[in-house]
């Protein structure tokens, strides 16, 4: 009889401990952040060829041919939608850097893949991050420009996250720099000919390197409106700001375009800039969470604005 009443005891503790665990496990694990970092390992060791991406048996050891930049184009619409937000892709012809030879080649051709993420309340304003997702041919790209492109990722899951937006964020991952920056040639026509209005364009190449150590970032050409935002968040993260002129990556496209724009890159080259060891391994992932931050908390300020 004894032992009848004690099963049923047992039975009515381990109901409730199992109600008690469905009502406070869930809010134990809301409080839980994105792990930004192990998000970017993952990422960067898939898209640079050191783990083949999900469901196949693709090594992306490069992103140059146009099967390699088709891969990679799927996989980044894929992870788009993995961290909520949808994909869309703007495929774009350009002609070939000497005209004459589009009479006997095809024209350049390419697909950007980009996500809008609206705002929470009524504007037409634009804020646009970008990175180039291609590499160069031999290089499986892990720093040049996994890395960018990582960031960007973390950033947009982040801002999609802000219960504020006082903007709209368009989030792109560029085709083609390689090749004369072309993909975002095309999307800054694109922005352009749609007559949005664009807040201002942050692009991020190159970085993942920190052999300093020092959290070192730089910003190209950037505006005076942009810069205080900019100090204000290296301040607050203890980053070291190096400032320069002219546009060594997409930044230059939308440059030429008349946006108000910002790189952002690392302030030191890294040695293996478009050779086969810009592996994985070699990105600093302390120094990406780092500067991921950086934007975050500037295009977070913007938000508010
Ligand atoms: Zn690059």
Not at 81 to 96: A, F, Q, T
Not at 184 to 195: E, I, Q, R
């Amino acid at each position: 009889m004894n032992q009848v009443k004690n099963t049923n005891r047992l039975r009515f503790a381990r109901i409730v401990i199992f109600m008690l665990s469905m009502i406070f496990l869930p809010l134990l694990t809301q409080g839980q952040s994105f792990d930004i970092t192990s998000f970017q390992r993952q990422f960067i060791a898939q898209f640079a060829g050191d783990r083949p991406i999900e469901g196949t048996i693709n090594v992306l050891k490069q992103r140059s041919t146009s099967v390699e930049r088709k891969i990679a184009e799927n996989f980044l619409c894929s992870t788009l939608n993995s961290i909520g937000l949808p994909s869309n892709r703007h495929e774009y012809k350009m002609p070939n850097s000497f005209f004459l030879l589009d009479l006997f080649f095809s024209p350049m051709q390419g697909t950007n893949v980009y996500t809008i993420i609206p705002a929470t309340e009524p504007t037409e304003e634009y804020v646009v991050i970008g990175a180039h997702y291609d590499s160069e041919p031999g290089s499986p790209g892990a720093g040049d420009n996994a890395s960018g492109v990582a960031l960007t990722l973390a950033v947009a899951k982040q801002i999609s996250e802000l219960t504020v937006r006082k903007k709209k964020f368009v989030i792109v991952f560029f085709d083609q720099e390689e090749d004369d920056e072309l993909g975002s040639k095309a999307f800054a026509k694109k922005l352009k000919d749609s007559g949005m209005n664009i807040h201002s364009v942050h692009i991020t190449d190159i970085i993942g390197w920190d052999a300093n150590q020092d959290l070192g970032v730089e910003l190209q050409s950037i505006s005076s409106r942009l810069a205080p935002l900019y100090q204000q968040a290296a301040d607050d993260l203890n980053i070291p700001l190096k400032l320069s002129q002219g546009g060594s990556s997409d930044n230059k496209s939308f440059l030429n375009a008349g946006f108000e724009t910002v790189g952002v890159f690392s302030d030191e080259m890294t040695p293996h800039i478009h050779k086969p060891s810009d592996q994985c391994e070699t990105v600093d992932f302390g120094y990406l969470a780092s500067s991921t931050a950086l934007i975050f908390n500037v295009l977070k300020a913007l938000a508010q604005q």
